[in-house]
């Protein structure tokens, strides 16, 4: 009798696959911003206990694990770098045809303050993984100033790890990201977009250094589909005027060929006008503050807009016209979790929340469809407040417009234990 384990590997290779990986860590692109997946769950899922008992298995699910779980590394320590470093270079010498580093295809850095040691074993990694299609850098720097306050310096990314990328990954490199305080020179920037022409997905929350002469370059970014500028997600004032990125954009605004596939920009300024004016047609989804200075400018310029994405407090929002849109997200300026007083959250977060929700009832926006809360960090305790949710979900529902939450659930689903308590307070 034939057991399961006598079945052929190819058989049991996507059924593990569906064990050890998490939703959507190897999307090529950002995720939709309504989608119920996030970075932060993508990291979380993880199941060391099932992992580590399907590697028990036999040899072959051994194998075959031990392949799964190197497609996605999320780098927090330089001891664990140096592990992987040392574990792949051993792989690389000892199975030319198949080393354990041509199975990843997603790396995430979050190293705080990396030293010189761990940022050479980063391009040690870097060299044994030619597949890489994802790098996330997320590094950060923390340092203390005379008065003894912590203070976020900027930080370049090392042209050599620049340059391991490029030398090894620059065919399969498919997004990649710069989130924290790390950021590329501009040099090196260009030299990555210039050679991974196959980008589709790209995030810069700041370019190192400063420009000294007016950028020269015609650069095509092909099948580039997401521009996402700034200190995502709270697009904080540190992103208006700034030099670089509004260098970059009008670097770009030259012709509708230079980014013939974008469809998705986020940012809070530099949103330029002629940047606008030139891809504004393509555009689907718009993700910024309210009181971005051009938002009346984005939405003109930008006909074919399905899904606009305002972050919350940053709420006064004019009054919108557009033909075409249909959905609103209300995101909070930050998903980490916050507690206050709630005489303090009434008035400076729901308060604030039922303004915004009337001036969008009150736009023209003939396609709406749907508008979501996404009710962690600063919004998480809104379901703390049914009856205000309850009343604005009856309002939404009679216009025919979904009404929900991070999750995707209709807002009347919502407890209605102790209603009066808090939301008298409003």
């Known amino acids: ?46 199941d060391v206990k099932t992992h580590s008992a399907l590697l028990l298995v036999c040899k072959v699910w051994h194998n075959v694990v031990t392949e799964l779980t190197h497609e996605h590394l999320h780098l927090t320590s330089a001891e664990q770098v140096a592990v992987i470093a040392n574990r792949f270079e051993e792989s690389r010498r000892h199975s030319i045809k198949h080393p354990l580093g041509t199975c990843t295809r997603r790396i995430d850095f979050q190293l705080s303050n990396p030293s010189d040691q761990c940022l050479n074993a980063l391009v040690r990694i870097l060299r044994c993984t030619p597949n890489i299609e994802i790098l996330v850098n997320s590094n950060y720097y923390m340092a203390l100033n005379p008065t003894f306050h912590i203070t976020p310096p900027q930080a370049q990314t090392r042209t050599e790890i620049i340059n391991a990328l490029i030398e090894t990954c620059s065919s399969s490199l498919r997004r990649i990201e710069w989130t924290s305080n790390e950021y590329p020179s501009w040099s090196d920037l260009m030299h990555v977009l210039q050679t991974a022409t196959g980008i589709t997905s790209l995030t810069l929350a700041n370019i190192y250094g400063n420009l000294t002469e007016r950028p020269s370059h015609y650069l095509t970014l092909p099948n580039l589909k997401t521009l996402v500028l700034g200190d995502s997600p709270s697009f904080s004032h540190a992103s208006l005027g700034n030099v670089p990125l509004n260098a970059f954009l009008t670097m770009l605004a030259k012709s509708p060929e230079q980014l013939p596939s974008l469809q998705r920009l986020e940012g809070f300024s530099p949103f330029s006008p002629d940047f606008l004016r030139t891809h504004g047609p393509k555009v689907r989804i718009v993700r910024t ?63 604030p929340l039922e303004d915004l929700l009337c001036q969008i009832d009150e736009s023209q926006l003939p396609k709406l469809t749907q508008v979501r809360i996404r009710n962690i960090g600063t919004l998480a305790n809104i379901t703390e407040h049914p009856l205000f949710l309850q009343k604005w979900w ?5 216009r025919g417009v979904r009404f929900d939450d991070k999750d995707g659930r209709p807002f009347n689903l919502v407890s209605s234990e102790s209603d009066s308590v808090h939301d008298n307070v409003l």
């Open 1 to 46: 009798m034939v057991t399961l384990r006598d079945l052929p590997v190819e058989l049991w290779r996507p059924i593990l696959a569906s064990l050890v990986r998490s939703p959507g860590v190897l999307s090529s692109d950002r995720q939709d911003p309504f989608s119920e997946v996030r970075d932060i769950v993508i990291f979380l899922n993880r």
């Open 289 to 351: 503050v309210a009181f971005t200075p051009l938002l009346n400018e984005i939405i003109a310029t930008c006909p074919n807009l399905d899904t606009f994405v305002t972050i919350f407090p940053h709420h006064i929002l004019d009054l919108l016209s557009h033909p075409s849109l249909k959905r609103i997200g209300i995101f909070p300026i930050s998903e980490d979790p916050v507690g206050v007083p709630q005489a303090i959250f009434s008035a400076y977060i729901m308060k």
């Open 394 to 398: 009856k309002r939404w529902d009679s």
